[in-house]
């Protein structure tokens, strides 16, 4: 069974700087997809970053990076610039690429930016 | 375009009672997941409907079921609720091999 661990209950940051959440996650398979999301008070669960295990190349989105590490089985997420709306709880997720395509989460960081 | 809504946002059961869920898919999305996220948890998948049948379950009772119906929405059914089953439901709908868009959740509490 996949697995994903986040071992960061909670990160505070200084607005406009950098912070790195960290995931790991274990499967026996090699065609996955990796997300983080964010859960802000609202609860709904927005997507930030996604990254197809075959492709090498990290993905970005604006101020969101991931450092991938297939062999290592480590996903992090880097926030550069942190801004207040920034603040949330931030899932690390793992899909396969096959069958029901069912997310497995993490427990979660909670970021606090700090103004 | 709406995107995923579900109903209602808040409620609260009686140990023993039975509750219905509702999720709306995001328009034209054949695939709706059900996850519960007790608190201070990731959030679990309990089931996934695609085309209206149930494709794939997790790790809960069979008191844990589900609808999806021709227009794709979606409901969750507990029945013989349980204090444990107190938790915020996401609904999360999405075509296949494609992201995953969620809904603001139903917090059910269990008294």
């Known amino acids: 069974a996949q697995t994903v661990t986040q071992s960061q209950p909670e990160m505070s940051v200084q607005e406009a700087e950098t912070v790195t959440l960290s995931c790991t996650y274990d499967?026996?398979?090699?065609?996955?997809?990796l997300f983080w999301y964010k859960q802000p008070p609202s609860r709904q669960m927005i997507l930030v970053i996604r990254?197809?295990?075959?492709?090498?190349q990290n993905a970005t989105e604006n101020r969101f990076s991931v450092n991938f590490q297939k062999a290592a089985k480590s996903f992090s997420l880097k926030i550069s610039d942190s801004q207040l709306g920034d603040a949330a709880m931030y899932f690390c997720?793992?899909?396969?690429?096959?069958?029901?395509?069912?997310?497995?989460f993490g427990t979660g960081t909670r970021l606090t930016i700090i103004p | 375009e709406t995107g995923v809504t579900q109903s209602p946002t808040h409620l609260i059961k009686t140990r023993g009672q039975q509750v219905t869920l509702r999720c709306s898919s995001q328009?034209?999305?054949?695939?709706v997941s059900w996850y519960q996220q007790a608190l201070g948890q990731g959030p679990q998948f309990i089931f996934q409907?695609?085309?209206?049948?149930?494709?794939g379950r997790g790790n809960f009772p069979p008191r844990f079921s589900g609808l999806q119906f021709p227009n794709y929405s979606s409901e969750l059914n507990v029945n013989a609720l349980e204090l444990d089953d107190s938790a915020l439901y996401l609904c999360?709908?999405?075509?296949?091999?494609?992201?995953?868009?969620f809904g603001q959740g139903t917090r059910l509490t269990v008294v």
């Open positions: 999360a709908s999405s075509f296949p091999h494609s992201e995953a868009f």
């Open positions: 499967t026996s398979e090699s065609d996955y997809y």
């Open positions: 990254q197809e295990a075959y492709k090498q």
């Open positions: 997720a793992y899909r396969p690429n096959f069958g029901n395509e069912k997310l497995t």
């Open positions: 328009s034209g999305h054949n695939t």
């Open positions: 409907y695609y085309r209206e049948e149930e494709n």
